[in-house]
């Protein structure tokens, strides 16, 4: 039961750290005013501040190297062994407004975890493992929600309706 397909130590995965996390995510877009949930809508300084704090730890903690595409989706990736297409993982980091603390954040922090365990574990797959934060996700003032997962599905291009593919 507590070894992977992948060969390593499942019981590794560090319940404590993803607490923590969950808490330092959550401390962007705290509202007490609208009765106590969180609001990171795309563009916030809570949104930006907590953009900033998962590229910092995929890049400064994990290693990973960092980008952001065209629709800002913040990806991270672990190389493999492989030039193969990567295994990829993740949520997003905004949220409606009152929002819950583990809407889109759990998804995120759980994602970094596996990653971090097989850096930690030196586990290197045939294929290269992104995590991805997926950018306005959520409705937000722009009107465009699911604009980074639709982004990088490929049914929004340069130039064309946010209405269908291509």
Do not use: Y
Not at 32 to 57: I, K, N, P, V, Y
Not at 81 to 95: K, M
Not at 150 to 161: D, H, L, P, T, V
Request: glycine fraction near 16%; charged fraction near 20%; charge should be neutral.
């Amino acid at each position: 039961m507590g070894t992977s397909a992948a060969g390593f130590d499942v019981q590794g995965v560090n319940s404590g750290r993803i607490a923590q996390r969950l808490g330092e995510l959550a401390r962007f877009g705290r509202s007490e005013a609208s009765g106590g949930g969180w609001f990171r809508s795309f563009g916030t300084d809570a949104e930006l501040g907590a953009r900033e704090w998962l590229r910092d730890l995929w890049h400064k903690v994990l290693g990973l190297e960092v980008r952001v595409d065209p629709a800002a989706n913040l990806w991270g990736t672990l190389p493999g062994r492989e030039t193969l297409p990567a295994l990829v993982l993740g949520s997003h980091h905004d949220t409606v407004p009152n929002g819950g603390q583990f809407d889109g954040a759990l998804g995120l922090v759980l994602a970094t975890e596996v990653v971090q365990r097989l850096v930690e574990v030196g586990c290197r797959l045939r294929h290269p493992v992104q995590v991805v934060s997926f950018t306005a996700e959520e409705p937000n003032p722009f009107q465009v929600s699911t604009l980074g997962s639709r982004a990088a599905g490929g049914w929004i291009c340069r130039g064309r309706s946010t209405s269908g593919r291509g």
